[in-house]
C-alpha cells in the first residue's frame, strides 16, 4: 500500500469521525466512544505511515 492511499485512508477515518464529534458536543457520550476509538486507529495508522517511510528511505 501506497504512502498516499494510507494518508487517504486516514483523512476518510477522520472526516467520518468529524460527524461524531460534532454530536459527542452536543451531549451524545456514546459518539464521544466512538471518536476515542477512531483517534486510536489514526494514531495506528500514523505509525504505520512513519514505519513505511522509514522503511523505504533505508
Known amino acids: ?3 498516499e492511499a494510507m494518508l487517504q485512508g ?3 477515518t477522520l ?3 468529524m460527524k461524531d464529534a460534532a454530536k459527542h458536543d452536543k451531549g ?3 459518539a ?3 471518536v476515542r476509538k477512531a483517534m486510536q486507529g489514526i ?3 500514523a505509525q504505520d505511515v512513519r ?3 522509514q522503511d523505504d528511505r533505508n
Do not use: H, L, Q
Open 43 to 45: 494514531k495506528a495508522s
Open 51 to 53: 514505519k513505511k517511510v
Open 15 to 17: 472526516e467520518d469521525a
Open 1 to 3: 500500500m501506497s504512502v
Open 28 to 30: 451524545v457520550n456514546a
Open 10 to 12: 486516514m483523512i476518510d
Open 32 to 34: 464521544g466512544t466512538r
